[in-house]
């Protein structure tokens, strides 16, 4: 996935340096170059000279514990990777691997971060943790939130676990400041996109993985439903934004919204973190594909239910009884009670309430029963549901519900 958008972003890299020799130094100082691959160059000469092995001693003669010496050795190395240059062949590798890297990190940084520092084991050494460090420049307050727990709790191990609590900590208190600042969280994906293809708008796509990636499932369904529903393939801050910023968890109320930018909501809300139960499966950190489906949680049932076919007490007044003027009438969402929409969504949309938010759309977009009843089909046929199940048949009346009268 993005494999154009990678090859574009290594190739705006190389296109600029055609000598047979690459210095560090003059990555270093670009300007044109994005700080994210400077970091990476940087890191991975760093740990060239790391394998040199400066500085440890041979024969046990020398005392370099003594202030000096390390100072000695610090200097030596700076001056080693001032020096440093890169051939050709060494240059195109770096901006290959880089590319992938930095598209992998930016997109999905803590599917990342686990998966470079663990690499399949539990735990990790505060040392380890400090030379990854130098990689991830974007994002650095997730390494520097490791190193600062580390610090204070005087460890010198990590555990994965314990890692994703606290990633979980940094991403809720990021996912609580939008949308009104949404810019912020979200110009490393921008800046990464326009210094690969020109443009300032993030597919869809991308923005999906990004806060799949935060286990920000509200934020998910309401850009794929965006997506499903007005073909958005590409994102720019302004709709994103109108995205977040839609009053009702349910998108399909507030989807106009998306068509007038002069007018957007006033009221800002804020999004909590919410739990992952099936994490995405893991990958190769550097092919970027993207994850196996996972099935997003549906929401936790709710005490209250009313009963099933029961309109509420304006449902039935003023049914219009044009084409024309069925956006006035009720949705299909105020003859379920809350708890048989949770069950509905789990039963029959298997759990994704994009895919529920989409189809009540549609549904009460239909002019008629005849039009609706073909729309629920479709929907049991897709997801091989019995539509004699109980929660297909309480779909379906629900639905009738709507049209009763009408017929």
């Not at 051939?87 to 890297?101: H, I, Q």
Request: charged share 30%; net charge negative.
């Amino acid at each position: 996935m993005f494999e154009k958008e990678i090859s574009g972003y290594a190739f705006n890299i190389t296109k600029r340096y055609t000598g047979e020799s690459v210095p560090l130094s003059s990555l270093l100082t670009d300007v044109e170059l994005p700080d994210s691959f400077k970091k990476f160059a940087e890191a991975e000469v760093e740990e060239m000279i790391d394998k040199e092995e400066l500085g440890e001693s041979k024969t046990g003669r020398f005392d370099l514990s003594i202030p000096d010496v390390q100072a000695l050795f610090k200097e030596i190395r700076h001056v080693l990777k001032n020096s440093y240059s890169f051939s050709r062949e060494e240059f195109l590798e770096l901006a290959d691997k880089a590319s992938k890297f930095i598209f992998n990190y930016i997109i999905r940084p803590q599917w990342t971060l686990e998966k470079f520092l663990f690499k399949g084991d539990s735990e990790v050494g505060k040392a380890d943790v400090n030379i990854a460090a130098r990689y991830f420049s974007d994002y650095s307050y997730y390494p520097k939130g490791i190193i600062e727990y580390l610090d204070f709790h005087n460890k010198e191990m990590l555990d994965v676990e314990t890692w994703k609590k606290l990633h979980a900590k940094i991403d809720e208190h990021l996912l609580g400041v939008l949308p009104a600042k949404a810019s912020s969280l979200t110009s490393a994906l921008f800046k990464l996109f326009e210094f690969s293809t020109g443009a300032d708008k993030v597919p869809t796509d991308a923005m999906i993985l990004f806060f799949r990636d935060k286990s920000a499932a509200e934020i998910v369904d309401r850009i794929e439903f965006a997506k499903e529903l007005k073909n958005i393939q590409l994102l720019d801050l302004t709709t994103l934004t109108m995205i977040l910023e839609a009053p009702s968890k349910d998108v399909s109320q507030n989807i106009s919204v998306l068509q007038t930018p002069e007018e957007p909501p006033k009221e800002f809300r804020t999004f909590e973190r919410q739990t992952v139960t099936n994490p995405m499966q893991p990958q190769e950190p550097v092919a970027l594909k993207e994850p196996e489906a996972k099935k997003e949680t549906p929401a936790q049932e709710q005490v209250a239910e009313a009963k099933l076919g029961e309109p509420s007490p304006s449902a039935g007044q003023n049914q219009p009884s044009e084409p024309a003027q069925k956006s006035s009438s009720p949705s299909i969402r105020t003859f379920m009670s809350a708890k048989l929409e949770t069950k509905i969504i789990k039963k029959i949309f298997r759990g994704s309430r994009s895919a529920y938010q989409i189809a009540v759309h549609k549904l009460n977009e239909s002019p008629d029963w005849k039009s609706a009843s073909k729309i629920v089909e479709g929907i049991f046929i897709e997801n091989e549901i019995d539509p004699f199940s109980k929660y297909a048949v309480a779909f379906t009346d629900v639905v009738s519900a709507k049209f009763r009268g009408r017929q």
